[in-house]
């Protein structure tokens, strides 16, 4: 599966927006994600302090995230998605960094590939859940 949508986003050049647990997929050489290699993902500022913020995490796999995503351009954080956070939060049940995620695919209008199947939910983010 090629992930390449047709939609032209608010962020130029980028296909989608990557949870971690796609990078991480991705890194794995996972089958199912594989071809998020071959599109242009960003990902979000939360997803990059979860990637490099694993205790004991190896020079060698900080090396081998940093060279992945050395293309990726990065989205941080900003007041407009702090109060569509805030507001996912309000509505359910949901962990701060995946509102904050969810939060900026919604504010740039990205599809989210994802395999947390809590994002199907939310209502006005458009997600592609993976099936591993």
């Known amino acids: ?3 390449n949508t047709k939609k032209r ?3 130029s050049g980028v296909d989608f927006l990557a949870d971690t647990n796609a990078i991480l997929y991705a890194m794995e050489g996972h089958p199912v994600v594989r071809g998020l ?3 242009v993902p960003a990902i979000s500022v939360i997803s990059e302090i979860e990637l490099f913020g694993k205790k004991g995490i190896s020079q060698q796999d900080a090396a081998d995230i940093r060279k992945l995503i ?7 954080f900003s007041d407009e998605i702090k109060e569509i956070a ?3 939060k309000q ?6 960094p995946d509102a904050v995620i969810a939060a900026t695919a919604i504010h ?3 599809t989210l590939v994802t395999a947390d199947k809590g994002f199907k939910s939310i209502q006005g983010l458009n997600a592609i ?3 591993l």
């Not at 509505?91 to 701060?96: G, N, V």
């Open 1 to 3: 599966m090629v992930w």
């Open 9 to 11: 986003c608010a962020v």
């Open 37 to 39: 290699l071959r599109c």
């Open 70 to 76: 050395a293309g990726f351009p990065m989205l941080g």
């Open 86 to 88: 805030i507001t996912l």
């Open 91 to 96: 509505q359910r049940a949901i962990k701060t």
């Open 108 to 110: 740039f209008g990205l």
């Open 129 to 131: 859940i993976l099936d």
